[in-house]
C-alpha cells in the first residue's frame, strides 16, 4: 500500500507549541505508516473489519489518544487532519473491493447518534449489510461528491441517511458525550451544521443531477432517507423523504435558538474555538 504524501495532510496553524508537537508526530506516523493505521482500524471492533469507515473512529489508531481521555479532550484537533486522511484512504481501499456492491453515506448534526445508529445497523441487520460499506461523514459539496464519484464509477450504489434531531437533543447529546469521551464542538460548529444541512443535500443533489444524467429518472438522483428524532428513544424515530425537513432557519435564527437552550439546559458550552475543542 502507498503511504499518504504527508504534505496532503493539512497542518491546522497551531499557536501551542504542544499542539504543533502531537500534530506533527501524527502526520508523520500517517505518512510513514499508512498500511499499519489502516490495518489497526480494521482491528477496532466498531470498525466492523473496515467496512465502517468514520474519522472520528480513526483517531483511535494513534495509541496515546485512544488510551488517555484528557488527550482526547487536549488533541483532539491536532490528530483530526491525519484521521481525516486515513479515513479517505480507507474508503478508497474499500470501495475498490469488488465485492462491495452498496455504500451507505450517514450524516448528521453533531450529537445525532451517527455511531449509535450504524452499530445498530450492524447488529441488527448483518445479513442485509453483506457486501456493503459504511460511511459516516459530513454532507458538504466538497466532500462528498468526490467519494459519490468513486462509489458510481466503481459500481457501487450510493444511498444516504441523514439523522435529524431537534436542535436540544443535539446540544444534549454533545454534553453527554463530552463526559464520556472528551470531545466538545464549539458554538459556531454546532450552528453550522445545523444551519446548512438542508443546503448542503441541494448542492449534492443538484451536483448529482448535473454529473450523472442516468440519475435523473428518481425524486432524488441517489436512494435517501432521513431520520426525524427528538429523543434517543428508537420509537420516537420518524422517517422522512423530504429533503424541507431539513429546513432549520438561517445561522442567526439557530445562534439565538442555540443560546436559549444553553439557558434551559444550565450547563457549560463552549462558544469561542480554542486548540483544545472539537
Known amino acids: 500500500m502507498e503511504n499518504i504524501c504527508i504534505d496532503n495532510i493539512w497542518k491546522r496553524g497551531f499557536d501551542d507549541p504542544d499542539m504543533i508537537k502531537v500534530e506533527e508526530e501524527t502526520r508523520i506516523e500517517t505518512s510513514t505508516n499508512t498500511e499499519k493505521c489502516i490495518r489497526k482500524y480494521k482491528e477496532l ?21 485512544a488510551n488517555d481521555i484528557e488527550y482526547r479532550r487536549k488533541y483532539n484537533l491536532a490528530v483530526s487532519n491525519s484521521a481525516a486522511c486515513l479515513a479517505n484512504k480507507a474508503f478508497r481501499i474499500a470501495i475498490s473491493n469488488p465485492n462491495v456492491k ?26 442485509e449489510l453483506e457486501g456493503s460499506i459504511v460511511y ?20 457501487v450504489v450510493p444511498s444516504i441517511i441523514v439523522l435529524n434531531p431537534t436542535l436540544e437533543l443535539s446540544m444534549k447529546n454533545i454534553k453527554e458525550r463530552e ?8 458554538k459556531s460548529e454546532v450552528v453550522e451544521k445545523y444551519a446548512d444541512m438542508y443546503s448542503n443535500i441541494e448542492k449534492l443533489f443538484t451536483y448529482l443531477n448535473s454529473s450523472f444524467p442516468e440519475l435523473q ?9 432521513i431520520y426525524n428524532k427528538s429523543s434517543n428513544i428508537p420509537e420516537d424515530l420518524s422517517v422522512s423523504y423530504d429533503i424541507q425537513d431539513l429546513q432549520h432557519g438561517t445561522r442567526q435564527s439557530i445562534s439565538e435558538r442555540y443560546d436559549s437552550i444553553v439557558k434551559q439546559l444550565n450547563v457549560g458550552f463552549v462558544e469561542k474555538d480554542d486548540e483544545r475543542t472539537f
Open 217 to 225: 429518472t428518481r425524486p432524488y438522483p441517489i436512494s435517501f432517507q
Open 179 to 186: 463526559k464520556e469521551t472528551g470531545r466538545n464542538v464549539i
Open 102 to 127: 452498496h455504500c451507505i453515506f450517514v450524516a448528521g448534526a453533531y450529537g445525532s447518534g451517527k455511531s449509535f445508529l450504524i452499530q445498530s445497523l450492524y447488529e441488527k441487520n448483518k445479513d
Open 45 to 65: 471492533e466498531q470498525s466492523r473489519d473496515g467496512n465502517y469507515i468514520s474519522s472520528d473512529l480513526m483517531k483511535l489508531v494513534f495509541e496515546k489518544y
Open 136 to 155: 459516516e461523514g459530513s454532507i458538504t459539496s466538497k466532500a462528498i461528491d468526490e467519494k459519490i464519484d468513486v462509489a458510481i464509477e466503481n459500481g
